[in-house]
């Protein structure tokens, strides 16, 4: 059974920072680029920023420099380090694979930048 499980958003003022972690399972983690997605109320969901198998990253422009992404393979999770977060980060963030459907997205977690 496929799973990500999301977790570490919360509610910081603008400027302030977070670290999203997700725990992926009943994959093979490390053959798969992993990606973070987002999505604010009322928009799509869509994707900010991914890491290839081999650590290889890509943000969408919004997010460049003042989001990190980063894997441990070896324990199946990919996190989320954001900096400077503006009130437009505002969504639930979801992990998942990139270019590929489980057809399983996990609960997602709420970030909320807001002063």
């Known amino acids: 059974q496929v799973q990500f499980v999301e977790s570490g958003g919360g509610l910081v003022q603008p400027g302030g920072s977070l670290r999203l972690s997700c725990a992926a399972s009943?994959?093979?983690?490390?053959?798969?680029?992993m990606g973070w997605y987002r999505q604010a109320p009322g928009k799509q969901r869509e994707l900010v920023a991914h890491?290839?198998?081999?650590?290889?990253?890509n943000y969408q422009n919004s997010v460049k420099g003042r989001f990190i992404i980063s894997r441990d393979n070896a324990k199946n999770t990919v996190s989320l380090q954001m900096h400077s977060l503006k009130p437009e980060d505002t969504a639930v963030y979801y992990c998942?694979?990139?270019?590929?459907?489980?057809?399983?997205w996990g609960q997602g977690t709420q970030v909320t930048v807001s002063s």
């Open positions: 998942n694979a990139v270019g590929v459907s489980f057809g399983s």
């Open positions: 890491i290839t198998n081999s650590g290889s990253t």
């Open positions: 009943g994959i093979n983690f490390g053959v798969y680029v």
